[in-house]
């Protein structure tokens, strides 16, 4: 298998979601994914409404540096990741950014409030689902699951493409040195 064959079914491998379950599983599945995706779109514009008043109030109270950049960072992982996580298309990388500012608003509320659950919940259940997609992909019914299937069809048929030819230049060296031997045991003519 050359590089390219390998890195097209690497790249198969993590768009392929962990389980395969039934139809309707992999429903409820793309439902929770789309929603969590949706209804996260509207947090990351309302940052960016005016990401000043958020960077003083949520970046700067729990201590990071460049609260402006980090408020705009928040904000397009947000406006970002939630459509694609919605879509199901690069899934995993998008779940990543947006369950990495889930664990940094529970850091937040953590210093906020303490262990307080209305603090707590919303940012909680957004980062369980995030943590599921990142583990587990898009499911059945997303567009990584579209782009791994054709991703294997093309990396099954360059290996058996490249296995057929090994067979046929195996084939080949065997009839050249089949030939070549016929003609050394061939008796001269007196």
Same mark, same amino acid.
């Given at each position: 298998?050359?590089?390219?064959?390998?890195?097209?079914?690497? *790249? $198969?491998?993590?768009?392929? =979601?962990?389980? #395969?379950?039934?139809? &309707?599983?992999?429903?409820? &599945?793309?439902? /929770?994914?789309?929603?969590?995706?949706?209804?996260?779109?509207?947090?990351?514009? !309302? %940052?960016?409404?005016?990401?000043?008043?958020?960077?003083?109030?949520?970046?700067?109270?729990?201590? *990071? +540096?460049? =609260?402006?950049?980090?408020?705009?960072?928040?904000?397009?992982?947000?406006?970002?990741?939630? +459509?694609?996580?919605?879509?199901?298309?690069?899934?995993?990388?998008?779940?990543?950014?947006?369950?990495?500012?889930?664990?940094?608003?529970?850091?937040?509320?953590?210093?906020?409030?303490?262990?307080?659950? +209305?603090?707590?919940?919303?940012?909680?259940?957004? $980062?369980?689902?995030?943590?599921?997609?990142?583990?587990?992909?898009?499911?059945?019914?997303?567009? !990584?699951?579209? /782009?791994?299937?054709? *991703?294997?069809?093309?990396?099954?048929?360059?290996?058996?493409?490249?296995?057929? %030819?090994?067979?046929?230049?195996?084939?080949?060296?065997?009839?050249? #040195?089949?030939?070549?031997?016929? %003609?050394?045991?061939? +008796?001269?003519?007196?």
């Amino acid at each position: 298998m050359n590089t390219t064959e390998r890195l097209t079914a690497y *790249l $198969a491998a993590a768009l392929k =979601p962990t389980v #395969s379950a039934n139809a &309707w599983s992999q429903a409820a &599945w793309t439902v /929770l994914r789309m929603v969590a995706g949706l209804v996260m779109i509207h947090n990351g514009l !309302d %940052k960016l409404s005016n990401i000043e008043s958020f960077a003083e109030a949520y970046v700067s109270v729990i201590g *990071l +540096p460049f =609260p402006i950049f980090f408020s705009y960072c928040a904000a397009f992982t947000e406006l970002i990741g939630a +459509p694609l996580l919605a879509l199901g298309f690069l899934t995993r990388p998008a779940a990543a950014g947006l369950f990495a500012t889930m664990l940094v608003a529970m850091y937040h509320h953590v210093l906020v409030a303490g262990f307080s659950i +209305p603090y707590l919940e919303l940012s909680m259940l957004y $980062a369980a689902c995030f943590l599921f997609f990142l583990v587990n992909g898009g499911g059945q019914y997303s567009v !990584d699951a579209v /782009l791994a299937n054709q *991703l294997n069809t093309v990396a099954t048929t360059g290996v058996l493409t490249s296995i057929a %030819k090994q067979r046929e230049q195996q084939i080949e060296s065997l009839e050249t #040195s089949f030939q070549e031997s016929e %003609k050394e045991n061939i +008796p001269a003519n007196k």
